[in-house]
């Protein structure tokens, strides 16, 4: 697991930067009831999205929060005042506080399926009536863009992917929201190039395949030995789901 602490100097500059920030923050608007006036960003990580969200929308109050100090740190940098530092298994939030709250990159690195579990319930616990959650889900399928690369990676050791769609799905129901529509964007900037993915596989990206281990470093040759080291291949194209609280409807277990 990469330390977000860490990441947080570099995070944009690595991950598409303003375009691919522009564009998720636009797909999740677009399942975003118009009638809106308050969202939170849960795990906003640098703020990069958060902000766009705010400026697309200067009816829509929005808060971020993250656990990473430095992410937070970055975040608040962009939206002062509205950013606080909180795990999102825990949201220190009361019941039905927004009109809707969006999860960008986040179940998939859960700790646990239970953990998965606790913050989908987390999210319904604090959307008013009628209010929409918006997640991505299945964001380790959205790389597979059937490149040479992704030839390479076809046989490492596979990992549970905790944010698919119809995990994310039951998890919402057993919470009390409904399926509200579904979306996605590019991930702008984001097409890996051999060299690119050699240096994550180096720095603990993939989750199965730890620094230093034989089987990691194999992978590392077979990578290393790809034509056009640092010509990316195409963006992925990330998936987002919505899913909305009834109106009048009571929640699990209250």
Same mark, same amino acid.
């Given at each position: 697991?990469?330390?977000?602490?860490?990441?947080?100097?570099?995070y944009?500059e690595?991950r598409?930067?303003e375009?691919?920030?522009?564009a998720?923050a636009?797909g999740?608007?677009?399942?975003?009831?118009?009638?809106?006036?308050t969202?939170?960003?849960?795990?906003c990580?640098?703020?990069?999205?958060?902000?766009?969200?705010a400026?697309?929308?200067?009816?829509l109050r929005?808060?971020?929060?993250?656990?990473?100090p @430095?992410?937070?740190? $970055?975040?608040? %940098?962009r939206?002062?005042?509205? =950013?606080?530092r #909180? *795990?999102s298994?825990r949201?220190?939030f009361?019941?039905?506080?927004?009109?809707?709250?969006?999860?960008?990159?986040?179940l998939h690195?859960a700790p646990?399926?239970?953990d998965?579990r606790v913050?989908? @319930?987390?999210c319904? $616990?604090?959307l %008013?009536?009628g209010?929409?959650? =918006?997640?991505t #889900? *299945?964001?380790?399928?959205?790389?597979?863009?059937?490149s040479?690369i992704?030839a390479?990676?076809?046989?490492r050791?596979p990992?549970e992917a905790?944010?698919?769609?119809d995990t994310?799905t039951?998890? @919402?129901?057993?919470a009390?929201?409904v399926p509200?529509?579904?979306?996605?964007?590019?991930?702008?900037?984001q097409?890996?190039s051999?060299r690119?993915?050699l240096?994550d596989?180096?720095r603990?990206?993939?989750?199965?395949?730890?620094?230093?281990?034989a089987?990691?470093?194999s992978?590392a040759?077979?990578l290393?030995?790809?034509?056009?080291?640092?010509?990316?291949r195409?963006?992925?194209r990330?998936?987002?789901?919505?899913?909305?609280r009834?109106?009048?409807?009571?929640?699990?277990?209250?």
């Amino acid at each position: 697991m990469l330390d977000y602490d860490q990441e947080a100097e570099r995070y944009d500059e690595l991950r598409g930067g303003e375009p691919r920030a522009a564009a998720a923050a636009e797909g999740v608007l677009a399942l975003v009831p118009d009638g809106a006036g308050t969202l939170l960003d849960a795990a906003c990580g640098t703020g990069i999205v958060t902000r766009r969200l705010a400026e697309a929308r200067p009816g829509l109050r929005v808060v971020g929060s993250d656990l990473s100090p @430095a992410m937070a740190r $970055r975040a608040a %940098a962009r939206l002062p005042g509205a =950013v606080v530092r #909180a *795990d999102s298994r825990r949201l220190p939030f009361p019941d039905g506080r927004f009109d809707a709250v969006a999860t960008v990159w986040l179940l998939h690195l859960a700790p646990s399926a239970e953990d998965v579990r606790v913050m989908v @319930a987390e999210c319904a $616990r604090v959307l %008013a009536p009628g209010g929409v959650w =918006v997640t991505t #889900a *299945d964001k380790g399928a959205a790389h597979n863009v059937g490149s040479d690369i992704d030839a390479v990676l076809a046989s490492r050791p596979p990992s549970e992917a905790r944010d698919a769609a119809d995990t994310v799905t039951a998890y @919402a129901r057993e919470a009390g929201l409904v399926p509200a529509g579904r979306g996605g964007f590019r991930g702008h900037g984001q097409g890996r190039s051999p060299r690119r993915t050699l240096a994550d596989l180096r720095r603990g990206w993939f989750m199965t395949l730890p620094p230093g281990d034989a089987a990691t470093e194999s992978f590392a040759t077979r990578l290393a030995a790809l034509p056009d080291q640092d010509r990316p291949r195409p963006d992925p194209r990330f998936t987002l789901l919505a899913f909305r609280r009834p109106d009048g409807t009571a929640r699990p277990g209250s």
